[in-house]
């Protein structure tokens, strides 16, 4: 999978695909069930038109631009690597990757159209119903065909649901803060993973792992089942992690380092944490 950064300073002096693609647009994060259905349905474009699957995504959540104070609680289900790899998996032969910043968001429909779509030399557009773009995000697929003066055809994917609700990163976020993690699990379509660093410092017996990433949605306190991978070593054991009763203060990961052999003597060991069951 060929992986392309956009951003506003350099997008024009990117080349396009001489060959037309097929585009699925979403932000994706946490690519579960209704995201892996439209990339899906993308795919299955792509084949019938032997066309290129492109995906494009972008580097960060709109609410991290627009919400700095203390209300700014928005967490990530996937890191962008995550997300990188979880789209590979569905075959995609493109990943563009854009820079969200202020000069994006400010872009109005048809000038997001004619940079980012037509831009790109895409001419079949895939995309959740709930999807929207331009300037106030309100903009949806379905208006991209007259937008474009029917340059661009566009495939709506209708709400995929579970038990009745709808399947959404909000919705699977909520399940994992509230510490469901076989149920954030099952919207999902794979487990959930964090990753960190295992420094050897203890207390009462256990390391803490730092996350990679502290804008990554992690369960309330409490013990969880999970596969811990360090060194090459994957093990099944109890993990434990405690929330701090302030917002400002990042939660913490505990995992019993004595049940890994022989690990390097070093200070900071890379983890992978998956998520099984609380």
Request: hydrophobic fraction near 40%; include cysteine; charge should be positive.
């Amino acid at each position: 999978m060929q992986i392309i950064y956009l951003n506003s300073h350099h997008q024009h002096a990117i080349t396009p695909p001489k060959q037309p693609i097929v585009l699925a647009l979403g932000f994706f994060d946490g690519v579960h069930k209704g995201h892996q259905f439209v990339i899906q349905t993308a795919a299955k474009i792509a084949s019938k038109k032997r066309l290129p699957l492109a995906v494009m995504t972008f580097n960060r959540h709109a609410s991290r631009i627009f919400n700095h104070g203390p209300s700014a609680s928005f967490r990530y289900l996937t890191t962008l690597k995550q997300k990188t790899e979880l789209i590979k998996k569905l075959h995609a032969d493109i990943l563009y990757v854009v820079d969200f910043n202020h000069q994006f968001a400010s872009l109005s429909p048809k000038a997001f159209i004619n940079r980012y779509v037509i831009g790109l030399n895409a001419k079949i557009v895939v995309a959740g119903f709930d999807y929207t773009f331009g300037q106030g995000g309100t903009t949806t697929i379905d208006s991209m065909a007259a937008i474009s003066d029917q340059l661009i055809k566009t495939v709506t994917v209708k709400e995929l649901d579970s038990q009745h609700t709808k399947i959404s990163s909000t919705r699977i976020r909520k399940l994992i803060s509230q510490g469901k993690i076989t149920e954030a699990n099952r919207l999902l379509g794979h487990s959930y993973e964090t990753t960190g660093k295992l420094i050897r410092a203890q207390i009462d017996g256990l390391s803490i792992v730092n996350p990679s990433s502290r804008l990554q949605q992690l369960p309330k306190t409490g013990n969880y089942l999970c596969d811990v991978t360090i060194s090459n070593q994957k093990k099944r054991l109890s993990v434990h992690v405690h929330q701090a009763s302030s917002h400002h203060s990042p939660a913490v990961i505990y995992v019993n380092r004595a049940l890994f052999h022989h690990l390097p003597h070093i200070n900071s060991l890379p983890v992978t944490i998956e998520w099984l069951s609380g």
